[in-house]
């Protein structure tokens, strides 16, 4: 049974997490570079604090903990970040039929991502996504507000020309849940199993598959 009563005229998808499989890979990156700076942080501790988060929330992490870090953590980050995402990220299993039968249905969809415009389009295009979204990639820097604020997803509506309430989006994190929100769009939590779920999903409906979101979105099967 659909989940929707009419299949939505617009999915804006998060990358990271979502298109993607690249959280574990930044969460990794992060935790071994704070581990450095001294932080008493697991794995699971640094998941749950920083994913889906931006360099501001862990600047303020380090401030509150009085943590030596360099200045330029956050360059360091994204070096060490990128080159494991070029060697391992791949994309998040079963997006890719999602997407083709999303085309099928012309369904337009694009991505609305806090993370860096480069990054984005880098792992988009190393996982072979990238065609399906090319002049459809939005990020923070473009509104200059990062999500948790709804301005990324209402700029994604715009420029499709779409109602935000005709809109759903697909997010993995508490901060793109609580944009969707924000935003009056309906949203769905992308919760898999070997994944830590936010603890509020701020009204979105969970699902733990990728092979059950065309079922949800109302479209009919390939």
């Excluded at 990358?15 to 990794?28: A, K, Q």
Aim: aromatic letters at 8%.
């Amino acid at each position: 049974m659909s989940f929707l009563s009419a299949p939505p005229k617009l999915v804006i998808f998060d990358c990271d997490g979502v298109l993607v499989d690249s959280e574990p890979l930044y969460i990794r990156t992060l935790h071994r570079l704070l581990q450095s700076y001294g932080a008493p942080l697991t794995f699971q501790q640094c998941w749950e604090m920083f994913v889906g988060k931006t360099s501001r929330e862990v600047d303020a992490y380090l401030k509150e903990q009085g943590l030596n870090a360099p200045s330029h953590w956050n360059k360091d980050f994204h070096e060490q970040s990128n080159a494991l995402l070029e060697k391992e990220v791949q994309p998040v299993t079963g997006i890719q039929q999602v997407i083709k039968q999303l085309a099928n249905a012309k369904i337009p969809i694009c991505v609305g991502s806090n993370g860096h415009p480069f990054t984005v389009r880098m792992t988009l295009e190393i996982t072979g996504l990238l065609p399906w979204f090319d002049g459809n990639v939005f990020t923070a820097t473009d509104v200059g507000a990062s999500k948790p604020a709804p301005d990324l997803f209402l700029h994604a509506a715009k420029r499709a020309g779409i109602n935000p309430e005709h809109c759903v989006v697909i997010e993995d994190s508490a901060t793109g849940m609580k944009a969707a929100a924000s935003a009056g769009m309906r949203c769905f939590a992308y919760t898999p199993e070997n994944i830590p779920a936010p603890q509020n999903l701020f009204g979105a409906h969970p699902f733990q598959s990728m092979t059950t979101l065309p079922n949800l979105l109302g479209l009919v099967p390939a």
